[in-house]
Structure formats: structure tokens, C-alpha cells
Nanobody, 122 residues
Framework: VQLQASGGGLVQAGGSLRLSCAAS????????MGWFRQAPGKEREFVAA????????YYSDSVRGRFTISKDNAKNTVYLQMNSLKPEDTAVYYC????????????????WGQGTLVTVSS
């Protein structure tokens, strides 16, 4: 699976952004998808995940209630709607794909996109 993330940018605190991740190369509908982020000097951390069907979702405590992950199998795309953004959300955001079930683990994913930078100013 090839993954291409987009939608990052500069936004003020309290604002919103929607990230997209377009997939190609394999049957997208078979894959569970995740979003991770990595801030400067920090390890990559789990943000959100969604099942292959799109019916089940899972969030980190730090974004639950503010971020929403969704999956459009017809468009081979997964989205991350980010609302009420905070400066601590500043990071490079990565999408990833897996056939497994360790959705909150970096090493639980087989394919990664290149990342898109989100900067939240205070």
C-alpha cells in the first residue's frame, strides 16, 4: 500500500484542520488505518485508528472528543478531522495501514505515509 498524507498547515489555537491520506496499490478496504504524530524531539505517538470497515474507531486520551477519524473505502482515503486544536498538537502527522490489531503501536503497522506538518500557534 502506498500512502500519501496531505492537509497539514498553520492554524491558530482553537482552529480546525482536516488531514487526508490517499491510498493506492492494494485493496484499501482490507486495511485498518491509523494516524500517528511526532513532535520535535519526541517519539512517534498514536493518535487515532479505524477498522477496515470504518465501523470501529479508537483514540488516544489526548485527542478524544476533539479529533475524528473516518474512512471512505470508495475513495481509498482516510481522514482525520481535528477541532479545538492546541499548541501541543503541533507535530508531523503520519497515516499508516495494517492488517493486524495492535492499532496503538507504531510497530503494529506495515505501511506508512510520508507525513504532513501541523503547526498550531498560541
Amino acid at each position: 500500500v502506498q500512502l500519501q498524507a496531505s492537509g497539514g498547515g498553520l492554524v491558530q489555537a482553537g482552529g480546525s484542520l482536516r488531514l487526508s491520506c490517499a491510498a493506492s496499490g492494494r485493496t484499501f478496504s482490507n486495511y485498518h488505518m491509523g494516524w500517528f504524530r511526532q513532535a520535535p524531539g519526541k517519539e512517534r505517538e498514536f493518535v487515532a485508528a479505524i477498522s477496515s470497515s470504518g465501523l470501529s474507531t479508537y483514540y488516544s486520551d489526548s485527542v478524544r472528543g476533539r479529533f475524528t477519524i473516518s474512512k471512505d473505502n470508495a475513495k481509498n482515503t482516510v481522514y482525520l478531522q481535528m477541532n479545538s486544536l492546541k499548541p501541543e498538537d503541533t507535530a508531523v502527522y503520519y497515516c499508516a495501514a495494517t492488517l493486524g490489531y495492535s492499532w496503538d503501536l507504531v510497530n503494529g503497522y506495515d505501511y506508512w505515509g510520508q507525513g504532513t506538518l501541523v503547526t498550531v500557534s498560541s
